[in-house]
């Protein structure tokens, strides 16, 4: 969602911070700001849509000098995609600027007051009611009105504010938004993510909750909100700058689908051992009396890692013989949920960030559970915020479709999954033969890979269907869910995917002639009932789309075209059945024009609720 660009420095910054931003554009926006303090006066400008659009816009006014400054992508949430909206948000007395990410959610008591005070407001935001109330309370001192300010809001939020009175201060806090200070030679640069900071810096504050930053070109001080000081925590950021850049490919999204391999080899490096059928899990190592012991795992996610943790919910059923349910973190954290003794919460998250995932763990924490987290962003707030987790390792997911993370997250489960099952029912023989299988995961994927000429042919001839189903069974239906969340993301077609039987309950009626349904169709325990489904497709002019285990010609007699992926068993099978759909979902949207990366009105990380 919102990203947030900010520097103090010696140096101009104008060009670092778009070029800061333009790194952020994978996280979804649809309007965009900057201000620089030059010759001690505030200097704005702001624009609808893209970051290109700013640029535009700054070339024609005259571009901004000054060595201090904030921009911002924001994605809408209160009030409309307006110029008037868009960030840095000012007061009306001081000068003040401000960007923010996440949402105050006492804006409109706050606003009341401040309009009681004689404030005039000239957008919709929660934003501006911050930067209002700053201005409100400044008495001289910017990071002490920011602190004063921020005790008084509740919500989530990661700000940058600069005022022209202090022309060299930057102050910078966070809660509940992610927030990075990257520490360079006599400057700083302030980002939501590391993929703005690393081409300057790889040396990094991370702050906790609630903490507050002053900085200037000379140096920075800590705090919390209520002005204790704080000992940062000074980092090395890992993320490469070549794992950011396309790196020869047309979309991040095609080089994520790619990457799958080597994302997944880096995933098991040293984590499984054939020899002894077992699975090393350093991040689960010092919980394994509570785990041996766990009477209920309870896995918690949305979008994409939701199918990726449905999966994981009959993996661990089905080979740990642990009661699980996956389900949806905006459901379970407001209905009140029972937190038996014995239970663990699983959080599944790309970016570890996403709000409604972590306000429900934190429910389940409070409630006394167990929490793990299944994460691919290192120090992420879902990360810092369980007793327990294993890393994704598939490196940074720059296109919004996911992709690579969603085969991570199954293949973390997996060894989840066989973690929890060595310590319960399952033999060293049973565990070894499944973890030879996941080894040959990452080559089975290349397989498929290799016939992309093949599915991108195939998909040429349904793109210009409206209607779309995806069905599967067992293990396969998540990925059902999931190959039809890949097509309308970033095609923009309608697609459902469902469990193949239900389809007899009412989407039947859908069907007609030419429409295309997407069966997962490799061998597995109900591969008849999968066929039958086929047939009762076929019989109403539905055009089959199957995707089958190698080998099976039978089906050639029952589907228009079929898109076979290597045997495996079962329980695995959906890190390979995945790939064609996530392809047939990449090919489509560019067949239609569409913009791969940037799909409208789409967030990579989901950052309020
Ligand atoms: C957004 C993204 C999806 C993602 C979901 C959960 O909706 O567009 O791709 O699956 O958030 O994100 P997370 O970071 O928690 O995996």
């Not at 045997?567 to 759909?581: A, N, Q, R, Y």
């Amino acid at each position: 969602m919102c990203g947030i660009v900010a520097y103090v420095g010696k140096k101009p910054c104008q060009s670092l911070l778009l070029e800061g931003l333009k790194r952020l554009e994978y996280r979804g926006y649809d309007s965009a700001g900057i201000a620089v303090i030059q010759d001690g006066a505030l200097r704005l400008c702001k624009a609808v849509g893209r970051v290109s659009n700013l640029e535009d816009k700054l070339e024609s006014i005259g571009n901004f000098s000054g060595t201090i400054g904030l921009c911002h992508t924001r994605w809408a949430t209160h009030g409309g995609v307006t110029e008037a909206n868009a960030h840095p948000h000012t007061d009306d007395r001081n000068g003040i600027a401000v960007i923010h990410n996440g949402i105050i959610e006492n804006y409109a008591a706050l606003k009341t007051y401040l309009q009681e005070k004689g404030h005039v407001f000239k957008s919709q935001t929660d934003t501006e009611v911050l930067a209002m109330l700053i201005g409100e309370l400044y008495e001289g001192d910017l990071e002490k009105a920011v602190q004063a300010a921020l005790r008084e809001v509740t919500g989530a939020y990661a700000i940058a504010v600069m005022c022209e009175r202090e022309p060299g201060t930057l102050v910078v806090a966070r809660k509940g938004s992610p927030l990075i200070v990257g520490i360079g030679a006599d400057e700083f640069i302030i980002a939501s993510d590391a993929s703005a900071i690393v081409a300057h810096t790889a040396r990094a504050i991370t702050l906790e909750d609630y903490n507050v930053v002053r900085l200037t070109a000379e140096g920075f001080r800590t705090s919390t909100i209520h002005d204790v000081p704080v000992t940062p925590r000074i980092e090395q950021l890992e993320l490469e700058l070549q794992e950011i850049e396309l790196s020869g490919h047309s979309h991040f999204m095609q080089k994520e689908i790619h990457e799958q391999p080597k994302a997944l080899r880096n995933c098991f490096r040293g984590r499984l051992d054939a020899k002894d059928g077992r699975v090393i899990l350093g991040g689960l190592a010092d919980h394994g009396k509570q785990l041996t012991n766990l009477r209920r795992v309870v896995l918690t996610a949305q979008g994409t890692a939701l199918h990726a943790a449905m999966i994981g919910e009959y993996m661990i059923e089905d080979l740990a013989k642990i009661p699980s349910i996956a389900e949806y973190a905006s459901e379970f954290r407001y209905r009140n949920p029972i937190i038996e003794d014995g239970t663990v919460v699983v959080a599944v998250s790309q970016s570890g960030e996403t709000a409604d995932t972590l306000a429900a763990l934190q429910e389940a924490r409070e409630r006394g559970a167990l929490s793990l987290g299944v994460i691919n962003v290192v120090g992420s707030s879902i990360s810092r915020n369980t007793d327990a987790g294993v890393y994704l390792r598939v490196g940074p997911e720059i296109g919004v479709a996911s992709t690579k993370a969603f085969t991570g997250q199954v293949a973390v489960l997996a060894m989840v999954t066989l973690f929890l099952a060595r310590r319960r029912f399952m033999s060293a023989d049973q565990c070894a033969d499944l973890i030879r299988a996941l080894e040959t995961v990452p080559d089975k994927i290349e397989a498929i890979l290799a016939q992309n000429d093949r599915i991108r042919r195939v998909t040429e001839k349904y793109v210009e269907r409206d209607n779309w189903l995806f069905l599967g069974r067992g293990y396969n239906y998540p990925t059902a869910l999931e190959g039809a969340l890949k097509l309308k993301e970033i095609s923009y077609i309608h697609a459902e995917g469902m469990p193949a039987a239900e389809m007899k309950h009412g989407p039947i009626a859908l069907i007609n002639e030419g429409m295309p349904a997407v069966f997962l169709a490799n061998r597995g325990r109900q591969y008849e009932k999968v066929m039958s489904n086929i047939q009762e497709v076929r019989a109403r002019g539905g055009h089959v789309i199957a995707v089958a285990t190698e080998g099976d010609e039978e089906i050639r007699r029952y589907a228009q075209d079929v898109l076979y992926v290597p045997d495996i068993p079962e329980c695995l099978s959906p890190m390979l059945t995945v790939v064609p759909l996530q392809l047939m979902a990449y090919h489509a949207a560019v067949l239609r024009g569409h913009d791969v990366d940037k799909p409208r009105n789409l967030a990579k990380s989901v950052t309020v609720e």
